[in-house]
Nanobody, 123 residues
Framework: VQLQASGGGLVQAGGSLGLSCTASGRIFSDYAAGWFRQAPGKEREFVASISYNGRNTNYADSVKGRFTISKDNAKNTMYLQMNTLKPEDTAVYYC?????????????????WGQGTQVTVSS
């Protein structure tokens, strides 16, 4: 299984960006999936996750109310809509798939990873 993330870029604070993650297989329909991010010099951190059926989501406190995770199982694609972006959101964003639960927030709890896409928010 391969995951391909896209949609990163440079945006001013207060702006919006949308990320996409397309899987080569049907893992999004069978397992929970999520987004993580890693800023320079920091550990990879949880951003958001979604259950296999899309009915349940989980967000890090730092992005709650600003980011929305969703997916389209028919297209094997997961999304992350990011609004009201802040400079501290600057990081490489990774999509991750095949987790046992949308409640899982640690990287080792996800089996497959995308290559990462850079998001830079200028002040």
């Amino acid at each position: 299984v391969q995951l391909q993330a896209s949609g990163g870029g440079l945006v001013q604070a207060g702006g919006s960006l949308g990320l996409s993650c397309t899987a080569s297989g049907r893992i999004f329909s069978d397992y929970a999936a999520g987004w993580f991010r890693q800023a320079p010099g920091k550990e990879r951190e949880f951003v958001a996750s979604i259950s296999y059926n899309g009915r349940n989501t989980n967000y890090a406190d730092s992005v709650k109310g600003r980011f929305t995770i969703s997916k389209d199982n028919a297209k094997n694609t997961m999304y992350l809509q990011m609004n009201t972006l802040k400079p501290e959101d600057t990081a490489v964003y990774y999509c991750a798939g095949e987790s046992g639960s949308y409640r899982y927030t640690r990287p080792f709890e996800y089996m497959y990873w995308g290559q990462g896409t850079q998001v830079t928010v200028s002040s």
